[in-house]
T-cell receptor, first 113, second 114 residues
Framework: GENVEQHPSTLSVQEGDSAVIKCTYS??????FPWYKQELGKRPQLIID?????GEKKDQRIAVTLNKTAKHFSLHITETQPEDSAVYFCAASGGTSYGKLTFGQGTILTVHP | EAGVAQSPRYKIIEKRQSVAFWCNPISGHATLYWYQQILGQGPKLLIQFQNNGVVDDSQLPKDRFSAERLKGVDSTLKIQPAKLEDSAVYLCASSSSSGSYEQYFGPGTRLTVT
């Protein structure tokens, strides 16, 4: 089945800096890659996603890039703010596990004011 | 649009007891998922329903876990008997169909087994 590795496990930045979180996946047939933000005690919330026919997608301060050949994708947050502090999860879906999301281990992002 | 509803929000039981969780997906969403999220880890899929049929239950510990979605709308997940390692947050999610990848999560049920 699909396996998703996520790095780093923790990331600490100063307000205004950029943050980058990277994920690799194993199933070359996967074709959907969402990113979720989870604040303490709350539900995961979809913040951005990308499909395999697109290399990059941006939404204000958030962007995701996908390299299908290398089987990795990354989340980029620019001009970070304290309210960006949360746990971020990448996931992969499609291929042999249609609809099922396989999540990475999560990255604890802390933005210091 | 109302979101995914789950109850109860918290549950504490002793090992070997049984427990049940309930989920009501977003109206019209045909696909429903149950995930287990152990503290410090990403969610792990337990079971996926398409309407009232099971699509994937490969990671469901069937000796103690069961789930049903009888009328293709709400769903229940049961654990019997519970073990200490079942302590986790149980998240329900739904999507509009198998062809739509976007999944919307409920608030989860935090289970503590003592």
């Amino acid at each position: 089945g699909e396996n998703v590795e996520q790095h780093p496990s923790t990331l600490s930045v100063q307000e205004g800096d950029s943050a980058v979180i990277k994920c690799t996946y194993s199933d070359s047939a996967s074709n959907y890659f969402p990113w979720y933000k989870q604040e303490l005690g709350k539900r995961p919330q979809l913040i951005i996603d990308i499909r395999s026919n697109v290399g990059e997608k941006k939404d204000q301060r958030i962007a995701v890039t996908l390299n299908k050949t290398a089987k990795h994708f990354s989340l980029h947050i620019t001009e970070t703010q304290p309210e960006d502090s949360a746990v971020y999860f990448c996931a992969a879906s499609g291929g042999t596990s249609y609809g099922k999301l396989t999540f990475g281990q999560g990255t604890i992002l802390t933005v210091h004011p | 649009e109302a979101g995914v509803a789950q109850s109860p929000r918290y549950k504490i039981i002793e090992k070997r007891q049984s427990v049940a969780f309930w989920c009501n997906p977003i109206s019209g969403h045909a696909t429903l998922y149950w995930y287990q999220q152990i503290l410090g880890q990403g969610p792990k899929l337990l079971i996926q329903f398409q309407n009232n049929g099971v699509v994937d239950d490969s990671q469901l510990p069937k000796d103690r876990f069961s789930a049903e979605r009888l009328k293709g709308v709400d769903s229940t997940l049961k654990i019997q008997p519970a073990k200490l390692e079942d302590s986790a947050v149980y998240l329900c999610a739904s999507s509009s169909s198998s062809g739509s990848y976007e999944q919307y999560f409920g608030p989860g049920t935090r289970l503590t087994v003592t």
